[in-house]
């Protein structure tokens, strides 16, 4: 095994711990939003706040989930064509899109640094009165959710390099 291997196989473990710490927060989430529903409708008691930790909580597991999806194969795929490829070609295919999904990753996260820093700087909180603050530290889970996408793709490309060299 190459070193490029032992790269892929310890950051695909690193997305799986991610990923499997974050769906722990999917379980929080539906108690939350349980809560919500119940105290709305059965107690006629309504927080702003717990309203906003819904979507406080949903940032993590959408911008972590994404590079657990793609470790596991659950993404998009749109299989009319692919399927009827060669395996080579299936693999240069494969290794295309990860370099492509890795520049896009790359700029977002080139575009989202200057929104992060800015919500940073002014500590940026709610706008709605007894709303949580701290809203910039969920801002700054979008370029660190990116970059764990980007990792991701690189043990692809690394995954079906080699494979495709083998090939």
Known sequence: MTSAEKLAGAIDAFIDLVGRATSWLALVLALVMGSNVLLRYGFSIGSIAMQELEWHILVPICVFGMSYALRHGEHVRVDVLFQYFSPRNKLLVEIITAVCGMLLCVIVIWLCIPYVWQSWSIGEGTANPGGIEYRYVVKSLIPIGFAL?????????????????RA
């Open 149 to 165: 996408l980007f990792v991701q793709y690189l043990s692809d490309v690394i995954k079906s390099w080699t494979t495709f060299r």
